[in-house]
């Protein structure tokens, strides 16, 4: 067991309120718009013409999805108009909450002026946004790296008025991440006093039950969680927890990537990775009859998993990012039959290897599928680990033990996918060159 110490479980607990955090809609586009609420408010007034710089891995993840509050518009320009005549940027990630039928208007007007110049930034980071307004000889610009709150740069009329080196944004959201392992995780979650997490799991479950049922009532995308449901409606599928919560995962998704308005609480800066972390794991406890003490701590164990993995990847990657909660999933399920440390981390190894190869084409309504899959993946891999397999050491990015082969996921998505992600991007965009 490892040595828990106060000091340690406040670390975690920082780092647990850092990375479960609210938002509304997909977080990129929404990123851009809290550039450009915060740019138009240093300006001081509406702008007349926007230039936005970001990164490509931003361009594949706002390109088609719906941008919240926008009357079913999609794409870079919408998010950045949305932020600039409709934002609040106080609210930060949930910047765009709050729009008025005239402030809509004042969108369209300006898109329809064709006044945003939209450039890939091409600075090797994976996450950057700039985005420059201006009105007459007044201009500002906002400039933020590595997540989706980090602002690094404000400038008004050529004078700096924060900036951040490179020395001083050395510290990234994965730097954190790194005092955690799958056996600390375990160790914690077993351990952990509830009313440290009551509060933040209370509501991941009621915002993203609300939006995983939103999809299940209403048509968002090509409704991949109403299909699932339907198909057990039917008796085409089972009528099993499995379905059940790939079904209800998979709908959360399908709202989100739809341009639903309601709040999702988002891991590791994305929200279908938060659905895909959560939703599954409340499914399998109200189905199972477990407590509510139980299902704090396997949403508990599937959410520091889920960070743990994701920050060997990276904050965007070519790598499917809700697979890593796939891999949480499993794990938590574990828990929450009382299974043995090795039980769990066999899981989580098999979950990794049966998933990663998806790729992250950008946000879109395929996402929904990909979270299905990765829910039925969590289930295959506890289940084989409960049965006493595991993929063998050895075999394809598998290791010797789970952080080993963790640590080869990291390598996998970083080094390995590069290309991968290059060559995505040129797929999306080739048309519009």
């Known amino acids: 067991m490892t040595q828990i110490t106060q000091e340690l479980i406040v670390k975690v607990i920082d780092l647990l309120n850092s990375e479960i955090i609210p938002a509304e809609g997909c977080t990129e586009p929404i990123a851009i718009a809290y550039a450009a609420a915060k740019a138009t408010a240093v300006l001081g007034q509406k702008p007349e013409k926007m230039q936005v710089f970001i990164s490509g891995n931003i361009i594949k993840n706002v390109k088609s999805v719906v941008v919240p509050n926008s009357g079913g518009m999609v794409g870079i320009g919408v998010s950045a108009a949305m932020g600039a005549f409709a934002g609040n940027p106080d609210k930060e990630l949930m910047v765009i909450s709050e729009v008025s039928p005239a402030q809509l208007e004042e969108v369209k007007i300006f898109l329809d002026k064709h006044a945003i110049h939209i450039q890939n930034s091409k600075n090797n980071l994976k996450l950057y946004i700039k985005v420059k307004v201006f009105a007459g000889n007044d201009s500002a610009s906002v400039e933020m790296k590595n997540s989706h709150t980090n602002i690094t740069e404000i400038v008004k009329n050529d004078q700096v008025l924060l900036h951040k080196s490179d020395a001083d944004n050395a510290s990234t959201p994965e730097d954190a991440a790194a005092i955690l392992s799958v056996q600390l995780i375990y160790d914690l979650a077993k351990t952990i006093e509830i009313d440290l997490i009551k509060n933040l799991f209370d509501r991941v479950i009621t915002c993203n039950l609300a939006i995983a049922n939103e999809g299940l009532i209403h048509d968002y995308g090509v409704n991949i969680g109403r299909?699932?449901?339907?198909?057990?409606?039917?008796?085409?599928?089972?009528?099993?927890?499995?379905?059940?919560?790939?079904?209800?995962?998979?709908?959360?998704?399908?709202?989100?990537?739809?341009?639903?308005?309601?709040?999702?609480?988002?891991?590791a800066g994305s929200g279908n990775v938060g659905l895909s972390a959560s939703l599954p794991v409340i499914t399998y406890a109200r189905e199972r009859g477990k407590t509510a003490e139980q299902l704090y701590r396997a949403l508990f164990f599937s959410h520091l998993t889920t960070v743990h993995i994701k920050s060997k990847i990276g904050r965007l990657s070519a790598y499917c990012g809700p697979m890593c909660a796939a891999a949480g999933v499993a794990g938590a399920i574990g828990l929450l039959n009382d299974f043995s440390y090795t039980i769990i981390a066999n899981a989580i190894i098999n979950t990794l290897a049966g998933v990663s190869g998806i790729l992250c084409d950008g946000a879109n309504s395929s996402c929904a599928v990909k979270i299905a899959n990765g829910t039925y993946a969590a289930y295959d891999g506890i289940a084989m680990a409960a049965n006493g397999n595991v993929i063998t050491a050895g075999d394809g990015v598998v290791a010797g033990d789970v952080e080993e082969t963790i640590r080869n996921i990291g390598e996998l998505a970083q080094k390995g996918m590069q290309e991968t992600d290059d060559v995505i991007l040129d797929i999306m965009t080739r048309d519009e060159n």
């Open 227 to 267: 299909n699932i449901q339907q198909s057990i409606d039917s008796g085409f599928y089972g009528d099993d927890i499995r379905n059940h919560s790939a079904s209800l995962a998979a709908a959360g998704s399908d709202a989100r990537m739809g341009g639903s308005p309601m709040a999702v609480m988002t891991t």
